[in-house]
C-alpha cells in the first residue's frame, strides 16, 4: 500500500521595508551593516550583505537612469533575512549573462561585479532589457540557510513611499489558509500557541461543492459572481493590497491596520477577510482594499473596493478583475466575490493608484517567468508615479 504524502504549503514570507536609496551608496552599505546586525545575520554573512549592496548600489549610482535601491527584512515564523532590490531606468544590459561574469564589473564600484553578487546570495535574480532598465533581486538568509526558506515565495509585492515621505500609506500581505474548517465572520483569532483543528475537506463534510467549476470562468471569458463563495478543500493562498486613504504617517497607520486585521482574523474567503479589515479600519481615514484566494488548480476568488487594480496577466493577454466603490472602514455596500480562473502561466497582479493602469501584458511579458516580487518591482518601474505612495503585488498559483 502505497504512502500518502501531504503536499507542503506554498513559501510564504512577510516583508518589511526599511528604506529606499538614491544616490546614496554609502548610506546603503551602512544600513545594510545595521540591519545585518540587528537581525542576527551573523558577522560574515553580513559583510557579504554589505559587499553585494555596494556593488549594486554603486552600479545604479554610477551608470543608472533614475535608479533606486530597496533594503528590507523579510520573516518566516523561524528566520530573518535580508532582501535588496534595485530598480532603474536606463540604460539596460544587452547581454545579461556576459555582465554575470567575473571581470565583467563596471568601472567605478568595488570592481567584485554582479558574477559575485550572485555566488553571495541565497537568491540572485535579474531582468534586463536594452533601452529600459533593469530590476535585480538579491536574498540573503544565515547560514546554513534554513530548510523553511529554501523555495522561492508564492507572492512578492513591493511598495514606495510618496516623495518627501519616510513610510508610505500602502501596503500588502500574503498568509496560507490551512483548510482548516472556515471560521464565522465573527470570529475571534485564536489564542497564540492554540492548537487548530483537523484538516478537513469541507465539500466532503458539508455535501456542498465548491460554487463553480473551476472551468467555468474561463469557459465564459468573463468573472463569475459566487453568492456565498465557499472555499475550496485544502490549503489555499490569500492576498491583500491595500491603499490607504491619502499618504503620510495616517494613511499608513490605516495600512498597518489593515495588515494586521488580515494576518490575525482566520478569514478563508475575500468576503470575511474584507468584512474583518472594514471592522479594524473604524476610527481610520480607511483605505481601498483587494483580497484574493488563490487555490491549487487555479481557481481565484476576489473581492475589491475601492481603486486598486488587479488583472489576471499572462504574456498575450491581460484581463481586469471588477471591484465596487466605496472606503473600507467607512462606506462599504453589500460585498460581492467574483470567481475566476488563474491562466497557466499566468499571475495575478494587484496595484494601488500610484501606478498607472496604462500598461499591458507585453510590458509584464518578459517578466513572468521571475520570481513575484521581481515582477512587482519591474511593474512599479515601468507605471509607478512619484506623486503618490504606490504598491504592487504579484502572486502565482499554489503549485
Excluded at 28 to 45: D, F, S
Excluded at 194 to 207: C, K, N, V
Amino acid at each position: 500500500m502505497g504512502t500518502v504524502t501531504t503536499p507542503e504549503p506554498p513559501l510564504l514570507v512577510d516583508c518589511e521595508d526599511v528604506a529606499w536609496f538614491r544616490d546614496q551608496p554609502e548610506g546603503a552599505r551602512g544600513a545594510a551593516a545595521a540591519l545585518g546586525r540587528r537581525i542576527g545575520l551573523g558577522e560574515r554573512r553580513t559583510a557579504e550583505l554589505v559587499l553585494a549592496v555596494a556593488e549594486l548600489a554603486g552600479n545604479v549610482t554610477k551608470h543608472a537612469v533614475d535608479g533606486s535601491l530597496l533594503l528590507r527584512v523579510l520573516r518566516n515564523e523561524a528566520v530573518a533575512g535580508v532582501e535588496v532590490v534595485a530598480v532603474d531606468g536606463g540604460p539596460g544590459m544587452a547581454d545579461v549573462r556576459a555582465a554575470l561574469r567575473d571581470g565583467m564589473s563596471t568601472a567605478g564600484t568595488l570592481g567584485i561585479g554582479l558574477g559575485a553578487v550572485q555566488r553571495l546570495a541565497d537568491t540572485f535574480d535579474i531582468h534586463s532589457q536594452a533601452g529600459v532598465g533593469s530590476v535585480q533581486l538579491a536574498r540573503f538568509w544565515p547560514h546554513p540557510r534554513p530548510r523553511s526558506v529554501s523555495g522561492e515565495p508564492a507572492v512578492g509585492g513591493i511598495t514606495r513611499p510618496i516623495g518627501g515621505e519616510q513610510v508610505c500609506g500602502d501596503a500588502w500581505s500574503a498568509r496560507t489558509d490551512t483548510g482548516h474548517a472556515p471560521q464565522p465572520q465573527d470570529a475571534t483569532p485564536a489564542a497564540p500557541g492554540a492548537a487548530g483543528p483537523a484538516r478537513h475537506d469541507w465539500s466532503a463534510l458539508t455535501g456542498i461543492r465548491p460554487h463553480a467549476d473551476p472551468r467555468r470562468a474561463s469557459a465564459l471569458g468573463r468573472s463569475v459572481p459566487v453568492r456565498a463563495a465557499l472555499a475550496g478543500p485544502g490549503e489555499g493562498v490569500l492576498v491583500m493590497s491595500c491603499d490607504g486613504l491619502g499618504h503620510g504617517p495616517m494613511a499608513s497607520l490605516a495600512a498597518r491596520a489593515a495588515v494586521q486585521a488580515f494576518r490575525a482574523g482566520g478569514a478563508r474567503t475575500p468576503e470575511q477577510a474584507m468584512e474583518q479589515i472594514h471592522r479594524a479600519l473604524r476610527g481610520t481615514r480607511g483605505a481601498a482594499v483587494a483580497v484574493a484566494r488563490l487555490e491549487p488548480g487555479g481557481r481565484l476568488l476576489f473581492c475589491g473596493i475601492g481603486n486598486i487594480t488587479a488583472a489576471l496577466v499572462t504574456t498575450t493577454t491581460r484581463a481586469t478583475l471588477l471591484s465596487h466603490p466605496g472606503i473600507v472602514g467607512h462606506q462599504m455596500h453589500q460585498l460581492r466575490t467574483y470567481e475566476h480562473r488563474l491562466p497557466d502561466h499566468g499571475v495575478l497582479v494587484m496595484h494601488s493608484d500610484g501606478l498607472s493602469e496604462r500598461w499591458t501584458a507585453a510590458d509584464l511579458a518578459g517578466l513572468l517567468h521571475h520570481p513575484p516580487a521581481l515582477i512587482a518591482a519591474g511593474l512599479l518601474r515601468h507605471a509607478g508615479t512619484r506623486r503618490d505612495d504606490a504598491s504592487a503585488v504579484v502572486a502565482k498559483a499554489p503549485r
